[in-house]
């Protein structure tokens, strides 16, 4: 049951390709399946990061049960090279945020895991 959720000052043209990397590269990291996972993009974000300044910037969100401690690094390196690669954002200028859920506070397909 991961989420994605990224946000960006970049315009985006088409967003179904990047979904698609998105949950690949995310999944692949968590051991999950792609077909628990949900990814979620907004971009042209008003953002300011250390100030005033035009130059991109992308927040990734990721929530789920029971994130581990050793996936916070290789999933923070892997949200700044995609944020380099698909919104054209520096990884100086990305930030990631990721929130272990408890189980229990996590439902979906009419069940609560």
Same mark, same amino acid.
């Given at each position: +049951?991961? $989420?994605?959720?990224?946000? *960006?000052? %970049? *315009?985006? %043209? &088409?967003?179904?390709p990047?979904? =698609?990397?998105?949950?690949?590269?995310?999944a692949?990291?968590?051991g =999950? /399946?792609?077909?628990?996972?949900?990814?979620?993009? #907004?971009?042209?974000? @008003? +953002?300011?990061?250390?100030? %005033?300044? &035009?130059t /991109?910037?992308?927040?990734?969100?990721? &929530?789920?049960?029971?994130l581990s401690d050793?996936?916070? #690094? /290789? !999933? *923070?390196l #892997?949200?700044?090279? !995609?944020?380099?690669? $698909?919104? %054209? *954002?520096?990884?100086?200028?990305?930030f990631? =945020? !990721?929130? @272990?859920? /408890?189980?229990?506070?996590?439902?979906? @397909?009419g069940k609560?895991?």
């Amino acid at each position: +049951m991961p $989420l994605v959720s990224i946000y *960006t000052s %970049a *315009t985006i %043209a &088409d967003s179904a390709p990047i979904l =698609k990397i998105v949950t690949e590269r995310a999944a692949s990291i968590l051991g =999950k /399946p792609e077909s628990i996972m949900m990814v979620r993009i #907004e971009d042209e974000q @008003n +953002m300011s990061f250390g100030g %005033a300044s &035009d130059t /991109p910037a992308t927040l990734f969100e990721i &929530d789920g049960i029971e994130l581990s401690d050793e996936k916070a #690094e /290789p !999933l *923070t390196l #892997e949200c700044c090279r !995609l944020a380099g690669e $698909l919104f %054209a *954002t520096s990884q100086d200028r990305v930030f990631v =945020k !990721l929130t @272990n859920v /408890p189980r229990g506070m996590w439902g979906g @397909n009419g069940k609560v895991y």
